[in-house]
């Protein structure tokens, strides 16, 4: 019984292995599965029994020379026939069954709609022409409630007479050979509601269809609601323009006010001189005379913080007009320290200059670089304590003229240095400061340099000092350029320096790195 069982488990699987190898030849490389191998495997001991049983039969009647050939013929031959048949069959309806099922699938993907409809706005399918043959969208049912029966009508009938030359030149565009246009369209509503506006904007990105010669076929269209950008927009433009009306106002304020403060102090700084002077008769006492120089030194320090509010509105209308003219560099240099000396050194500070030989002249407004040498000294001054220094350098390379200011001062953080220039700003404005001013110094200056198209760089370190450059060039040309403007406005107040690209790219804010001297 063993013996029998292995056999048989022998033949089944030698018919197994010829089925493997005869059936994928058979189907032109297609693999046989297991299910045709079992089948096949089955068959195949079906038609064993007749393989001797039929040959022998047909002997007994033909003989055996005709009938054994034929008997063995005859049982290969029914047995290929049903091989056919039914691995045939089986194949036949496993393709009806997988065509059923793609069938399916197809049905339930048209059931499910367009891909458009997963997009938002409204997705329309315009012809050559400009009329609309399909609509989807996942918004198209508020579209086409607001729409006038668009389907197989021009869309041009749809948008606002003023917006249609721009929609005709879009499809024209296209039929050039454009592939794509965006523009902004208003579309008419036709029936107004109680909180309804006439008209409906719109986005219209359109992209051109074409067939194999590139002739346009068709336009996809897709229309997005920017009701809400629109509102966003006005809103913008409505606080610019209250910006700038404030802004005028300021500025009119400012040269209005410093207008008529300067005529009673004129008269203030006149009497008070005269009382000094006691041309008039003796005064008193020495606290009279204290009094008298009092109320001059603080009608000057008035007079010029109001010049200097003036001279910041004229910059911020564009109305401050720059003598240019060649002066020796020296010699201004040393004018403006000859002017500060006294104030250094009534407060123990060392006022110095460095100028090398053979300065020569720079063409600029001599006046106005005397108003940015004699307020960044005396901003030096006022921040720099008792035994410390204040040095001036100046420079000249074939193309720029380069002032620096330093000082062994109090420094700033660097996380300060970026209010530095702005008006009536100070670093150091808490409520107990020890410092006076009014913040308009490196406003003025900043201003000043930028009209000359120059630059303004600053380099701190608290408990250290400051340096401060400023770099115009040696010819005038940069003022010359200013002047060229049609406004000739300067950014008020300027930046310090125009970031490179680069660093803008990266996030990365200005270093005030252009400041080369090195701190005292």
Known sequence: MFVLRKNVDGLTAIIDRLAARCLPRQSHGRMADAAEIRLMRKLTLAFLPALP??????????????????GFGLVVALYMMAAVALIAGRRVGAESVANL?????????????????????????????????????????????FLREPLSRPFVDQVHVS????????????????????????????????????????????????????????????????????????????????????HEAKSRFLAAVSHELRTPLNAILGFSDILAGE?????????????????????????????????????????????????????TVTECERMLSLQAASKGVKLTSRLPRGLG????????????????VGNAIKFTDNGGAVIIDASR???DLVISVSDTGIGMAPEKLSMLGRPFTQVHDELNRNYEGTGLGLSLVKGLIALHGG????????GEGTVVTVTLPVDGSGAVAQAGNEDNMVEFPPRLTAQPAARRREGKETGYDQANAKIA
């Open 361 to 376: 002249e720079a063409v600029a407004d001599s006046r106005a670089l005397r108003q940015v040498i004699i307020n960044l």
């Open 101 to 145: 099922a793609a069938a399916a699938a197809a049905a339930q993907s048209a059931d499910a709609g367009s891909p458009y409809d997963l997009c938002p706005g409204l997705f329309l399918g315009l012809d050559a022409a400009g009329l609309v043959r399909t609509a989807g969208g996942r918004d198209r049912q508020m579209f086409v409630s």
């Open 397 to 399: 390379t074939a193309t």
């Open 455 to 462: 630059t303004f760089a600053i380099s701190s370190r608290p």
């Open 279 to 331: 041309y008039f008769g003796k005064l008193a006492n020495d606290r009279q005379r204290e009094y008298v120089h009092l109320i001059r030194q603080s009608g000057a320090h008035l007079l010029s913080v109001v010049n200097t509010m003036l001279d910041m509105s004229k910059i911020e209308a564009g109305r401050y007009e720059l003598l240019l003219e060649p002066f020796a560099i020296a010699e």
């Open 163 to 246: 917006d249609r030359l721009s929609f005709v030149q879009a499809l024209d565009a296209l039929r050039q050979g454009a592939d794509a246009v965006v523009i902004d369209l208003r579309l008419d509503r036709p029936v107004l509601g109680l909180d309804q506006t006439q008209f409906l904007n719109v986005r219209m990105d359109m992209t051109a269809v074409r067939c194999a010669d590139g002739a346009l076929t068709g336009v996809q269209a897709q229309i997005l609601d920017i009701e809400g950008e629109m509102q966003i927009r006005d809103t913008v433009s409505v606080k610019e323009n209250e910006a700038v009306a404030a």
């Open 53 to 70: 049983v039929v040959p022998a039969a047909v002997s007994l009647t033909l003989g055996a020379a005709i009938g054994l050939p034929l």
